[in-house]
């Protein structure tokens, strides 16, 4: 065999090793951030904390440091109410804030004013925070949306959620009464049918135009159930089973669905059973 | 005359070089005075981007690859060339110079093809990102063309430093030729830290201010944070990368050798490119680190992005590619070690340090923190496994790497034993301080790795590497400095170039393809980590495809252009050898008669 097809041959081979790993290791595309269309006054404090946790996941890019792992304070662990009382108490305190929702808005806009210990800058003896500013880029929350993960640190735990829901008044810097946000996710549906669609409930319901023995018939549901049942079977499709089907029906819809969507279905599917 | 050609084109690089960083600076001063320099950086549409029905990524990525390959081997090449031409010089010894000139026959096609891709790229840029290409003429300015200017000058020194190479051999000629290979260079290097300096500031962009416009000199806007670590990183990487290139071909070139004159040259050739290639290659993780620092001090977000976010699976591909590096180089100095007889006086240490390459790899492919869908983290029982969890973090992995950088010098430094014998009357004093350095360098490394990794926090765990690398330096320099020492008025035992199996000359292919390989990954991973920007924080991307690709789809590019680059590899090789063929004129019998 002529040497040039040995040599070409095995450094052939060789690159599809390396291809074939690459290919075998789990698949993960990192998304950027879709703009989405929001309406403020359409906020309930449910949606908004919703809202705030998404973004505390997401665009915010939070988790980044704040887990687990010791490179920032676990928030999700912590009773942020709580810490951040005893924070603006503590002598090394050099910041403004005199109640919790202020301290934690000042944390993500003057992160260096308070550093915890342990968590500083290499060589700055933990008087510069290595956190990004959340209002400047990359991380640009605006007003609302810091209000929003504001809203969500404080209900995590069950505390009292002081910020106050947003209005169409109070957001000034749009000209309509809609604001545009980026999240790491598809745009809220804006009708009831796009949300059945989009959530899957075709696939295995009867609803809408399609026909499908997999789930219970949705179009008359309403028959069958109350406006509670039927966002029970919804959010918790394991709580009741619906006798003759099998319980295949995702259990993640509580966390995937916005709340606005979740009613616009559960009341569609009202509406179209009467 | 050639003396005063040279000193003709000493006064003319003299005179062009000041003269074209007048132009930039003064452009510099001039545009800072402009209202030009306070627009903003665009903010673009989707519909800014043209839609020419194919994937604008996939070309520029591909085309940028190549020239990267291809502008990273022909700056690599003159720099270790000069330096084995000075040895030969020196020393009077005419192999070296041949094979320095022989290095550049290779170099020098490849040029050609690199100043190719870089035109195809410059072109697909502007045609499928003209806002960007926009903007970022706006920010340098006419430091490109002192670009373009420097690749006149480097064009015309390297076609003098090649083609003169005869015309200037001997003699004072001599070392005119050796400054003009300094003169190349020089300037080879210059245009790479330009060139640098363009995609440092896209990754954390400096002389501008917080929405993009131009508030600073040239000097500013290319000095940011991350330039000087890349231009290390890059100069060491280019090496190896250079160094594993030729090793290829000569490892060509000796598997299709017809006579033992030729497989002696050859195998004399890859040893040497083998050399240089682990030589540049030993220090690059040091660089790596610098680079990551920097990164994070820069920003803490892009570091976890890329070292503990959606690219963590990619170190894992990183980890086998290097893997494949060390055990390939280390396996053709082992195979080589039967060049020499003395050799089987240190035969019995391989095995351990083959098991320490082995061991090394497997911990460095352990991954640590991944992004795990519900059901994987309910299988592990948490975010990390239990047992080898404690191996994905880097404490382990520095233990690790710096270990298989201590078994490869090892390797390196029985290979320079074997066809000596020492005679300086402290040898074993010596050699007993040498086992002492390896010793204590490698308890402080694990102690350094274990005790401030897992016992201490986070600070302490990063300022542990330090130790741990300053460890394998005093190993190396240590190593490098005895055995000189150790060496002197030696007996050397007789050695045969040429007798080595022709298996270990697949080691040196697979080098290449390795080298090759990771430059395209961590080209990946360094584009990748600006996320969705185009200037990281102030100009967005909102390309179509401004998403982070998987690392599959990732890995199918980087094949494309690895398989290209070897194709034209083969080609240039192929193309050095045409050169050395003459056709020798048919007899016509006829006339005799």
């Not at chain 1, 081979?13 to 790993?21: D, Q």
């Not at chain 2, 490849?110 to 499928?128: Q, V």
């Amino acid at each position: 065999m002529p040497v040039i097809v040995k040599v070409l041959g095995f450094s052939l081979g060789l690159t599809l090793v390396f291809t074939l790993i690459a290919n075998l290791l789990p698949q993960v595309e990192g998304e950027a951030p879709v703009e989405k269309i929001i309406d403020p006054s359409a906020f309930t404090e449910e949606s908004f904390i919703a809202l705030g946790e998404e973004l505390f996941q997401g665009k915010g890019t939070c988790t980044l440091c704040h887990n687990n792992m010791g490179r920032a304070p676990d928030i999700l662990a912590l009773n942020m109410v709580e810490t951040s009382t005893e924070r603006m108490a503590d002598s090394r305190y050099q910041g403004s804030a005199k109640d919790v929702e202020a301290y934690l808005r000042e944390s993500m806009l003057q992160p260096s004013i308070y550093v915890v210990q342990g968590f500083g800058k290499k060589g700055s003896n933990d008087t510069e925070s290595p956190m990004p500013t959340v209002d400047k880029a990359p991380i640009q929350l605006s007003e609302l949306e810091i209000n929003a993960v504001i809203a969500f640190m404080q209900a995590k735990d069950g505390n009292l959620v002081t910020v106050a829901l947003p209005t169409e008044e109070a957001t000034p810097t749009t000209s309509q009464s809609e604001i545009t946000i980026q999240i790491n996710e598809p745009a809220m549906a804006k009708t009831a049918e796009a949300a059945l669609v989009q959530f899957g409930c075709t696939v295995c319901h009867s609803v809408l135009e399609t026909e499908s023995p997999v789930g219970p018939d949705l179009r008359t549901v309403a028959s069958r159930l109350s406006v509670e049942e039927i966002r029970q079977s919804i959010v918790d499709p394991n709580a009741v089973i619906a006798e003759g089907f099998p319980p295949i029906m995702p259990t993640d819809f509580a966390e995937k669905m916005k709340v606005k969507e979740l009613d616009m279905i559960v009341q569609f599917l009202v509406d179209s059973g009467k | 005359m050639h003396i005063r050609l040279i000193l003709l084109i000493i006064l003319l690089v003299g005179f062009v070089t000041p003269s074209l960083a007048e132009i930039a600076s003064n452009s510099s001063e001039v545009v800072a005075n402009t209202e030009t320099t306070l627009t903003p950086a665009p903010e673009l549409k989707r519909s800014d981007y043209p839609n020419m029905g194919f994937s604008s990524r996939s070309v520029v990525w591909i085309l940028a690859q190549m020239h990267l390959f291809f502008a990273a081997f022909v700056l690599a090449v003159p720099i270790f060339v000069l330096v084995i031409e000075f040895i030969g010089f020196k020393y009077k010894d005419d192999r070296y110079d041949d094979m320095a000139h022989e290095f550049m026959k290779i170099s020098i096609t490849a040029y050609s093809i690199t100043a190719l891709f870089g035109g195809s790229l410059a072109f697909a840029l502007f045609l499928l990102y003209p806002q960007f290409m926009a903007y970022m003429m706006r920010v340098f300015n006419t430091q490109t063309l002192v670009y373009a200017g420097l690749f006149f000058a480097e064009s015309a020194l390297l076609y003098i430093y090649y083609y003169g190479w005869n015309a200037m051999r001997y003699g004072e000629a001599k070392w005119g030729h050796l400054t003009i290979g300094l003169l190349l260079n020089a300037v080879g290097t210059t245009l790479l830290v330009v060139a640098n300096s363009w995609a440092t500031f896209m990754m954390a962009p400096s002389g501008i201010n917080e929405v993009g416009a131009v508030t600073g000199s040239i000097w500013e806007i290319m000095k940011g944070p991350l330039w000087n670590p890349l231009n290390l990183h890059r100069v060491l990487a280019n090496i190896a990368f250079g160094g594993a290139v030729v090793g290829a071909y000569a490892a060509y070139k000796f598997l299709s050798a017809k006579t033992m004159a030729e497989k002696a040259h050859y195998d004399w050739m890859g040893y040497t490119s083998n050399f240089i290639a682990v030589l540049a290659f030993l220090p690059l993780p040091f660089a790596g680190y610098w680079l990551m620092a920097e990164i994070y001090a820069y920003s803490q977000q892009m570091g976890i992005t890329a070292m503990g976010g959606i690219l963590a699976w990619l170190f894992v591909v990183q980890a086998i590619l290097i893997g494949t590096i060390l055990l390939s180089a280390n396996y053709y100095l082992w195979s080589g070690m039967s060049r020499c007889e003395g050799s089987e006086r240190y035969t019995w240490m391989i095995k351990y340090i083959a098991l320490v390459l082995i061991v090394g790899f497997l911990i460095w492919v352990t991954p640590h923190t991944l992004i795990l869908t519900p059901s994987e983290v309910a299988t592990l029982g948490g975010s990390h496994h239990h047992t080898l969890g404690p191996l994905g973090i880097m404490p382990a992995k520095n233990i690790a790497v710096n270990l298989m950088l201590i078994a490869t010098f090892l390797s390196f430094q029985l290979y320079r034993r074997s066809d000596k014998v020492i005679t300086v009357s402290w040898a074993k004093a010596g050699n007993a301080l040498m086992v002492a350095i390896y010793v204590i360098a490698i308890a402080n490394i694990i102690f350094a790795g274990v005790y401030y990794g897992y016992f201490t926090n986070t600070v302490y765990k990063v300022g542990s590497s330090v130790m741990q690398v300053a460890s394998t330096l005093i190993v190396i320099i240590g190593g490098v400095i005895i055995d000189t020492l150790m060496f002197k008025n030696a007996k050397t035992l007789p050695s045969t170039w040429g007798k080595v199996n022709n298996f270990s000359q697949y080691a040196l292919f697979a080098l290449p393809v390795a080298f090759t390989w990771l430059m395209a990954l961590m080209g990946y991973v360094r584009s990748s980590v600006r996320t969705n920007w185009h200037v990281y924080t102030v100009m967005k991307d909102n390309s179509p495809e401004n998403y982070i690709p998987a690392i599959g789809h990732a890995g199918n590019m980087m094949t494309i252009a690895t398989v290209l680059f070897l194709l034209i590899i083969v080609f240039i090789f192929w193309i050095a050898s045409l050169s050395n063929t003459k056709q020798v004129p048919e007899v016509d019998n006829a006339s005799n008669c």
